[in-house]
């Protein structure tokens, strides 16, 4: 493939032949006048004929503003002339997307210092997603983060940070170097370090402005006792100063960064309040009368003091509604103790450890990777990773993650997984997307902050103009136009939504239920029916034969080893427990040949020149085979009453037997479907098992109605069904064949102990197999939710009622500073609440 983007920009000038083919295009020639015309080519995956070729390109051809285009099947690529102004990169690769290929993209992390508010970020997501080859950038205000989606080799670390600064910010990258995965943990602990310096030095400042600030303020507190008492107008002059203009320059630069770039953030406002307040009272002590001035040095000082300490409370708050990615970060080993044949135990570091090495794990250290028990027993704490608070026994073919504690007991453990691939790499993954996610209303909140400083200076423009007119003199007139400066707050709105995501998330992910993005947290309140799968979801998905039954011209064990032949090729649950019981009688088995699946159905192969099929009435049927007489009908059917599966078995054509088989219930499904009622939420449950064994499962738990004899694509076809009858369906599976139900649901949620491809497809993952976690998952996102529409009417609140009190002079500018500072700390400190969520038990 040819993964060269080339990317051309220049305007259309008047020669006939450019004028000609953009009149052509367009349609008019002054709009050729003013086209701006872009070249980009793209490397297209998933094309295998001319036929693609040609639906690529006609699919391009179509967009508004696309010029020309030509796709090349041989390299997999596509060239696009088009207009910039009507049309982006982003757009072009969602459409090629739609016609059903893609274009494969590299993701890009960064952290991003000096931003103050929502307007900000704004700017910056702004500058990356104008970036040739970007075709998605999200900045997170409340992560100080920036994520962008990007055409492979067209956008590298230095050229984003590039673009970060040129918008007048600091970046640092977040990407893993070839070196492995331990570099981003070492980058994240840089990005950490960083961050605790910059902290550390802001409280600095801070004590210094506030012993500077202290004395001016307390002559206020003097005068109010009745205590006539003047701090010297020189000595106000030199405590204000520092804090104006050497504390306070971190908002002289933000300001210009922004004014430079032709937008206004928090800075701004402050920066013009406090400096009308200082050189209002400069000019008074310049043309005064000694004993008769009115210096407003108190208030400058203050407002950067209790701004820059509501700063950092702030920023200490979001430190702790992200914690839950700190967390995780430090369940991650940097060493590992490998055994090594004829050298005993060596110490390595984890991104050397390749899959089949043995690692040994000590009582209270924590295990370096995923695998599997080789030897040894112990109990391990898993609590940061699945959200279960017990110790999980753990002996020799037990699965474990890394992360997880270990307890009393010496692993040795058969690597399975590293680095990326663990499980715990996979969970950070997952968390950090549904952080840096945004909802739907922050686009709402992002176009408010585009405009609220302007908008803000504009009443403080009109609120010194009214007072003028109203005869109050000049100097009562900038007292009350600073005091709208400074209490106008968009900082609070900013952080209303990120800090409740992150929070919300966080504490899901503390608690073992993974949300992978906002989607899912914002369509999971409105459920109002769950479907089930069973095996492996309601039940222990670890069935074991109960029966083998052969009809009397059939030897049993004979049954079972061709049976156990066949099942051998399969991963289902149930195949699993009838080898294992072949295996468990000593048995040999064969190898098989033509095997052929039917989906819900059964399995068919050849086995020692016997043809076996094994599955359901309907596989019989379908192979002309005559079902079992009338008793062992019977028998059947009591069995599936009673809740056991039954497998049919035909050899050479002719009925042969069934073997039972027995799912336990999950102990916590009865109480899950049970929290669920009492939300007023209906459940059901699609089974592959017959009618009579879902009728009994869906009796013994309470559920609304079991339906047996699904097949993968009938549960899609049941969510689509509910959908279209107004009910807002979560699906619950754990299995491959469960991902189209899991991707046509509002919710898809998949269990912990299922298969990569349902856990892929799935909105939410819950870490624990256990059906409780449904109503928990559905649980955090309606108080995540909650969080979110209190933080932003708050912050709305606060706007709209501080800054026409400030406007009529009902607030100081001191107060109005303080005001604007516990805005944003109030709404982040709500956010935090989320933090002691837990499940219920």
């Given amino acids: 493939m040819d993964s060269r983007i080339e990317t051309t920009d220049h305007t259309a000038q008047g020669s006939a032949a450019q004028e000609g083919t953009t009149q052509e295009s367009t349609g008019s020639g002054s709009q050729a006048a003013s086209a701006q015309q872009d070249e980009v080519s793209l490397p297209i995956e998933g094309m295998t004929c001319a036929n693609c070729a040609g639906r690529v390109e006609k699919a391009i051809a179509g967009l508004d503003g696309v010029t020309g285009v030509d796709v090349n099947l041989a390299l997999n690529s596509a060239h696009i002339r088009f207009d910039g102004n009507k049309l982006d990169t982003a757009k072009i690769a969602d459409t090629i997307k739609d016609a059903g290929y893609s274009v494969p993209q590299q993701q890009l992390s960064f952290d991003v210092d000096g931003m103050t508010c929502a307007n900000c970020a704004l700017r910056v997501e702004k500058a990356l997603a104008a970036m040739p080859g970007v075709t998605s950038a999200s900045v997170n205000f409340a992560l100080e983060r920036a994520d962008i989606d990007a055409l492979p080799g067209k956008v590298n670390d230095a050229a ?67 205590v006539n008492y003047h701090l010297p107008a020189w000595l106000e002059l030199v405590l204000a100063t520092p804090v104006q203009f050497i504390i306070g320059q971190r908002f002289y630069k933000g300001a210009w960064a922004a004014l430079r770039h032709r937008s206004a953030n928090m800075d701004v406002l402050v920066a013009l309040g406090t400096s009308a307040a200082y050189f209002l009272s400069v000019y008074n002590m310049v043309v005064g009368k000694p004993g008769d001035m009115h210096l407003y040095f108190e208030a ?96 020799p073919g037990d699965a474990v993650v890394g992360g997880a504690v270990n307890g009393t007991g010496r692993l040795d453990i058969e690597v399975r997984a590293v680095g990326d691939d663990t499980t715990l790499s996979r969970i950070i993954r997952l968390v950090e997307k549904a952080q840096t996610g945004k909802a739907p209303v922050q686009k709402l909140v992002d176009r408010v902050s ?10 403080a423009l009109v609120t010194l103009s009214v007072w003028l007119l109203m005869g109050y003199g000049a100097e009562a007139s900038i007292v009350a136009a600073v005091s709208v400066l400074v209490i106008a707050c968009p900082c609070a709105l900013g ?58 011209d059939v030897e049993r064990n004979d049954m079972l080893r061709l049976v156990a032949a066949v099942q051998a090729a399969s991963e289902h649950p149930l195949a699993r427990a009838i080898v294992s019981l072949a295996r468990d009688e000593e048995m040999q088995i064969p190898d098989i040949t033509d095997f052929k699946g039917k989906t819900g159905a059964g399995v068919l192969a050849s086995v020692e020149n016997h043809s ?77 098992d017959s009618q009579d064994v879902a009728t009994h499962v869906a009796r013994e738990l309470g559920l609304e109605r079991g339906e047996g004899r699904i097949r993968p694509q009938d549960k899609a076809r049941e969510v689509e069904k509910l959908r279209k009858q107004g009910r807002h369906v979560a699906m619950v599976g754990d299995g491959i064949n469960d991902a189209p139900a899991l991707a046509a649901a509002d919710v898809g949620i998949a269990m912990g102990g299922g298969t990569d491809v349902a856990m892929e497809t799935a909105g939410i993952t819950l870490m624990r197999s256990d059906p409780a976690l449904v109503s928990a998952a559905i649980d955090i996102s309606i108080a995540t939710r909650r969080k979110i529409a209190q933080n932003l009417f708050w912050a709305f609140a606060y706007n709209v009622v501080g800054v026409p009190l400030a406007a009529l002079g009902v607030l100081s500018p001191a107060i109005a500073g303080a005001a604007m500072a516990l805005s944003s700390v109030s709404v982040v400190g709500n956010s935090l609440t989320l933090r002691g969520w837990k499940v219920r038990r």
């Fill in 495 to 552: 952080l209303a939504t990120p800090t409740a995501l992150v929070a919300g998330t966080g504490s899901a992910a503390r608690n073992g239920i993974l949300i992978r993005n906002f989607e899912a947290l914002e369509q999971a309140h409105n459920v109002d029916t769950v479907i089930f799968d069973k095996t492996g979801t309601l039940t222990e998905g670890t069935p074991t034969v109960r029966d083998v039954r052969a009809v009397k």
């Fill in 612 to 688: 076996v099929a094994i599955g359901t009435e309907a596989l019989l049927q379908d192979q002309g085979i005559a079902l079992p007489q009338q008793a062992i009908a019977d028998e059947i059917k009591q069995h599936e009453s009673e809740g056991r599966t039954v497998v049919l078995v035909a050899i050479d054509g002719a009925f042969a037997g069934y073997i039972t088989l027995e799912d336990r219930i999950r102990e916590s499904a009865k109480q899950a479907i049970a929290d669920l009622k009492a939300r007023g939420i209906s459940s059901i449950m699609l089974s592959g």
């Fill in 300 to 395: 400058s000082a203050a407002i950067i003091t209790l701004i820059l300490a509501g700063k950092i409370m702030e920023e200490r708050a979001k430190r702790g509604a992200s914690a839950a990615i700190r967390e995780l970060m430090a369940l991650r080993p940097r060493r590992a103790r490998k055994l090594v044949d004829g050298a005993g135990e060596q110490d390595v570091a984890i991104e050397s450890l390749t899959v089949g090495d043995i690692v040994r794990v000590l009582p209270g250290e924590r295990v370096p990777v995923d695998g599997t028990v080789h030897a040894g027993e112990s109990e391990l704490d898993e609590s940061l990773i699945t959200g279960e608070t017990r110790p999980v026994a753990r002996m």
């Fill in 160 to 226: 984003v940070i590039r673009a970060i600064e040129d918008a007048g910010y600091h970046a640092t990258s977040r990407n893993t170097s070839a070196t492995g995965d331990n570099d981003a943990t070492d980058g994240q602990s840089a990005t950490n370090n960083g961050q605790a310096r910059r902290f550390d030095k802001s409280l600095v400042m801070l004590a210094v402005s506030a012993l500077l600030t202290a004395p001016l303020v307390l002559q206020m507190v003097w005068m109010n006792l009745g």
């Fill in 450 to 459: 585009s405009v609220f400083v302007p908008v803000v200076v504009a009443i």
